[in-house]
């Protein structure tokens, strides 16, 4: 884990990083409305957190077939996923609501999906956002076996045709991360990474291992003990459940950062990136479908990832909103806003970029 600074001569980079975060701020205070969620968020998770246990509800008090079973296993993947977006992701950046023992409940409910909320807070908020794409620093574009994510990275004849397989191992992210949370634990722990964050590695740990032994019962042991499902079956579904959250999560995230006109940037020798912060973020991230109302809504906004990037801390549900504002100033001082219109282009621009990357020498 590589600590990079961000250092800037440059006074138009310097005079950016202060434009953009006075516009956004002064739309607040004209319009007068907190930068936290509201009624509309509260909806939105009732909505998440029904679709992620109704189902589960259903297979576990009523009679169906296997093959009902299964459309309920995809619903819940769905809603696993919804809730890591557009609930828990908010809440553990602490823009969910501006009461810190509310982002506190709502960030718990990644103890719902079975997984750690102080090694997702290390990695995302800490390791990934102030290190947005770059090699040894943002765990996210680390390579994952068969995937490769920076160019940065060595090349393996496996990744030649990562554009093809990608898609089936971003759906494993969940169900590794079930597992990953122990040693990404340990790892935190030997780079101080949890004191930092005010966090005791016994007792996380420990709730690690209360959570996720709750979380095996409720979806494996629960169906085994009042179900008429054979092991197999239920084996299957808990997979299925995963595979599709962990595919949509994945896709999602990657499709923000890993696409065409994205940088990578390398830090210097002495650890530095030679550009000012939000600088950085406009070049490593993209915007991505962003008249698409129900993309919107069910990912949490995250399809507005400069946005979100620039202002971590304001609630997803405001970044229409924002993104105008932020969407011009950029270009004011003439830097690249880097938006695929629709899903569909985004999509095929995270394949597009999968193939580069499998390929460059």
């Known amino acids: 884990m590589k600590k990079v600074k961000f250092i800037s001569s440059s006074l138009q980079e310097q005079d950016f990083a202060t434009a953009v ?33 109704a189902p589960l509800v259903l297979i576990l008090t009523v009679s169906m077939s296997a093959w009902f079973a299964m459309i309920m296993t995809i619903l819940i993947g769905i809603g696993m996923a919804g809730v890591g977006m557009s609930v828990m992701h908010d809440a553990v950046h602490g823009s969910y609501s501006k009461r810190a023992w509310v982002n506190k409940i ?60 990608a898609f089936f191992f971003y759906g ?21 990474a949890t004191r930092k964050h005010l966090a005791h590695p016994t007792l996380e740990l420990v709730k690690m291992i209360v959570v996720k032994a709750l979380y095996l019962f409720v979806f494996i042991g629960l169906p085994l003990w009042v179900t008429p499902f054979t092991w197999w079956q239920i ?50 991230t993209a915007d991505f479908a962003r008249k698409n109302l129900f993309l919107y809504w069910y990912i949490g906004g995250l399809n507005f990832q400069i946005e979100h990037h620039l202002f971590p801390n304001i609630c997803h549900i405001h970044y229409r909103k924002i993104a105008p504002i932020v969407e011009k100033t950029i270009k004011d001082f003439g830097y690249n806003y880097n938006l695929k219109p629709t899903f569909i282009k985004a999509l095929g621009s995270h394949v597009r970029r999968l193939k580069v990357l499998g390929r460059q020498v």
């Open 21 to 53: 975060r006075k516009n956004v701020n002064d739309y607040f205070k004209e319009k007068g409305i907190s930068t936290k969620g509201n009624f509309l968020m509260t909806l939105q998770t009732a909505a998440m957190l029904s679709l992620y246990i």
């Open 172 to 192: 494993l992210m969940t169900i590794s991360k079930l597992i990953k949370d122990f040693s990404q634990l340990n790892s935190y722990k030997k780079s101080d």
């Open 106 to 165: 709502f960030g718990g409910t990644m103890y719902l999906l079975g997984s750690s909320v102080i090694t997702w807070k290390i990695q995302h908020n800490y390791l990934h956002h102030a290190y947005t794409n770059i090699e040894g620093s943002d765990q996210d574009i680390a390579s994952k076996g068969p995937i490769r994510l920076s160019e940065h990275a060595p090349l393996r004849k496996i990744h030649r045709y990562q554009y093809l397989h």
């Open 235 to 284: 084996m299957i579904g808990f997979f299925i459940i995963h595979w599709f959250a962990g595919c949509i999560m994945s896709t999602i995230f990657q499709m923000a950062h890993i696409v065409e006109i994205v940088n990578q940037p390398m830090s210097t020798p002495q650890g530095t990136i030679e550009h000012e912060w939000a600088v950085h973020e406009v070049q490593t």
